[in-house]
């Protein structure tokens, strides 16, 4: 089990399920809200819980994004035709205890930075 939170701690979270797809989004939405890229892993959204005051931003068609409306932390991901949530790897208290799988979304990555750990991009 895994717990998170925002940097006020309006909205807290707990995992309870096993993590999975762990990875580093480089798109240019991810970029915007996040102010750079967003690290996350994925859970069914059964298994994880959601406490206080969640805002959801439609960002697209296909997915919505989950922050703290007190201090903006961007917190969730949530495709709508899918069962699983996406949460930030950032927010977590403590140690995860995971590490990061692969970046996606590189094609968008901003020119600032290069990807340099040797981890799979697409």
């Not at 996040?34 to 959601?50: K, N």
């Amino acid at each position: 089990m895994m717990k998170g939170s925002c940097l006020c701690g309006g909205v807290r979270f707990t995992v309870t399920g096993r993590p999975q797809g762990l990875s580093a989004c480089h798109c240019g939405q991810c970029r915007k809200q996040s102010g750079h890229v967003w690290a996350s892993a994925y859970v069914p959204q059964t298994e994880i819980a959601i406490e206080g005051d969640a805002r959801w931003y439609e960002a697209s068609a296909t997915a919505k994004r989950g922050f703290c409306p007190t201090c903006g932390a961007f917190l969730f991901w949530k495709a709508h035709d899918e069962d699983t949530i996406s949460f930030a790897l950032g927010a977590i208290d403590g140690p995860t205890g995971m590490t990061l799988q692969k970046h996606i979304f590189t094609s968008d990555k901003g020119d600032y930075y290069d990807i340099t750990d040797g981890l799979p991009q697409s």
